[in-house]
C-alpha cells in the first residue's frame, strides 16, 4: 500500500518492470532508426548490387547495435530515476530479489556503472596499456595470465556446459539460457565493433593523445576494432549467467571475469576502456535473457 499522504503517485517498481519491456523496444528502434538513416545518407551505398547488399546489412547491424546500447541506457536511467523519486517520496519498495542476488534492475545499474567507469578509464589508457606493452609486467603476472584468457573463448563455454550437462541434470534446463546470454553478448560486443575504429595497443603510436587512437566509424580491420573486448564479454556474460544458477560460486566466476581483463589489458589486445566497455555490454545482455528466462520458462 502507497502511503496515501503523499500528492504525487508513481508506478510501483512492479508496474514499471512491465512496461520497460516496451520502452526498451521504442527506444531502440529509434535510436537504430536515426542511426542507419544517418549513415546511410552520409556514407552512401556503392553501385555495385552485391555490394549494396553487403554495404547495407554492415550498417543495419551496426544501427541495430548502437540502438540497443543506447534504449539500454534510458532504459536504466530510467529505472534509476524512478527508485530514486520513489525514495524521496516516502514509498517503500518491496521487491524480491533472487537468491543470488542477480536481478534485472542491479544489472542494469551495473550496465551503467561499467559505462561511467569506462569513460573515466579513458584517462589512464594510455599509460597503463604503453606500461604494458613496453613488458615492464613481471614475468610472472604474464605466465599467470595468459591460461585465463580461455575462460573468454567460446569453447570454453561448450565445456563448461558439457560439464554442467553430465554432472548436474537437474540443472539441463537451464543450459540453453546460459548458451543465450554468452552467445547473444558476444554478438552484440562484435557487433558494436563496427560502430568506431580504434586502434589497438599494440598498434597504437603512443606518443599520441587517447583521442588519437578513435578513428572513422564502421570499421573493417580488425586493428580498429579495439573497442569492446569480446573476450570480456563472453567471459562476463558466462560468469553472470553461471551465478544465477549456482549462487554459491559467484566470486569464483566473476573472479575468473576479471582475470581475463587483466590478460586482454596486459598482451596490449585493449585498452582498459575496451574491457570495461565489454562487461557492460554483457549485463545489458543478460539483464534482457533474465527477464526472457523468467516470463517466459520460470526456469532462472
Known amino acids: 500500500m502507497e502511503d496515501a499522504g503523499n500528492r504525487l503517485s508513481l508506478p510501483t517498481p512492479e508496474e514499471l518492470e512491465r512496461c520497460i519491456p516496451?520502452?526498451?523496444?521504442?527506444?531502440?528502434?529509434?535510436?537504430g532508426a536515426a542511426v542507419l538513416v544517418g549513415v546511410l545518407v552520409s556514407d552512401g551505398l556503392p553501385g555495385d548490387q552485391d555490394r549494396t547488399?553487403?554495404?547495407?546489412?554492415?550498417h543495419a547491424v551496426a544501427a541495430a547495435v548502437s540502438g540497443y546500447l543506447a534504449a539500454g541506457v534510458v532504459v536504466?536511467?530510467?529505472s534509476v530515476g524512478h527508485r530514486c523519486a520513489r525514495r524521496l517520496l516516502g514509498?517503500?519498495?518491496?521487491?524480491?530479489?533472487?537468491g543470488s542476488g542477480l536481478t534485472e534492475r542491479r544489472l542494469r545499474l551495473l550496465y551503467l556503472v561499467f559505462l561511467l567507469a569506462a569513460v573515466a578509464a579513458l584517462s589512464v589508457d594510455c599509460s597503463l596499456s604503453q606500461w604494458c606493452v613496453a613488458e615492464k609486467c613481471p614475468r610472472f603476472l604474464n605466465d599467470l595470465l595468459d591460461p585465463f584468457s580461455t575462460f573468454g573463448h567460446a569453447a570454453a563455454t561448450f565445456v563448461v556446459l558439457l560439464a554442467i550437462y553430465q554432472l548436474d541434470?537437474?540443472?539441463?534446463?537451464?543450459l540453453w539460457w546460459v548458451l543465450a546470454c554468452v552467445l547473444l553478448s558476444a554478438a552484440a560486443a562484435n557487433g558494436a565493433?563496427?560502430?568506431l575504429a580504434r586502434t589497438r595497443p599494440q598498434d597504437f603510436d603512443f606518443h599520441h593523445g587517447i583521442w588519437a587512437t578513435f578513428g572513422q566509424w564502421l570499421p573493417v580491420e580488425s586493428v580498429g576494432q579495439s573497442l569492446p573486448s569480446g573476450?570480456?564479454?563472453?567471459a562476463a556474460a558466462l560468469a553472470l549467467s553461471l551465478v544465477a544458477i549456482y549462487p554459491k560460486g559467484r566470486w569464483l566466476f566473476l573472479f575468473l571475469t576479471v582475470l581475463v581483463a587483466c590478460?586482454?589489458?596486459e598482451c596490449g589486445a585493449h585498452f582498459l576502456s575496451d574491457v570495461l566497455c565489454g562487461a557492460a555490454i554483457s549485463c545489458l545482455t543478460v539483464a534482457c535473457c533474465l527477464r526472457v528466462g523468467r516470463r517466459y520458462s520460470g526456469t532462472i
Open 91 to 98: 514509498h517503500k519498495d518491496l521487491t524480491a530479489t533472487s
Open 22 to 31: 516496451y520502452i526498451f523496444l521504442a527506444a531502440w528502434s529509434v535510436f
Open 169 to 174: 541434470p537437474s540443472r539441463r534446463r537451464r
Open 193 to 195: 565493433k563496427m560502430l
Open 231 to 234: 573476450h570480456t564479454a563472453t
Open 76 to 78: 536504466s536511467l530510467l
Open 53 to 58: 547488399v553487403a554495404s547495407f546489412l554492415y
Open 263 to 265: 590478460q586482454r589489458i
